[in-house]
């Protein structure tokens, strides 16, 4: 079922950093110019746009930025408690 009427909506539950639920969405729609583009909202927040029809390479910058945060993450989780 889609929520925000978007193409291949996927929408996963997880927590804030307060543990409160929140759903966050990933999926196609259109930008104000009617580009398709793929997007990115957390709950009933805005819509990030991270990837338009037509962009060259296969990962974009907010992938690969999330992708080296968890890599980050499981650096420090393995270094223990310090900082």
Same mark, same amino acid.
């Given at each position: 079922m889609t929520t925000r009427g978007w193409y291949?909506? !996927? &929408? +996963? &539950?997880t927590? $804030? *950093?307060v543990g409160r639920e929140v759903s966050v969405t990933t999926? +196609? *729609?259109r930008d104000p110019?009617? %580009?398709l583009v793929a997007a990115i909202a957390i709950s009933d927040g805005p819509t990030a746009i991270y990837r338009y029809?037509? $962009?060259v390479g296969e990962d974009t910058e907010l992938v690969l930025n999330a992708t080296d945060t968890v890599k980050e993450l %499981? !650096? +420090?989780a393995s270094m223990g408690? &310090?900082?």
């Open positions: 291949k909506e !996927r &929408t +996963l &539950t927590v $804030d *950093t999926g +196609l *729609t110019e009617g %580009r029809a037509g $962009d %499981r !650096r +420090l408690p &310090t900082i």
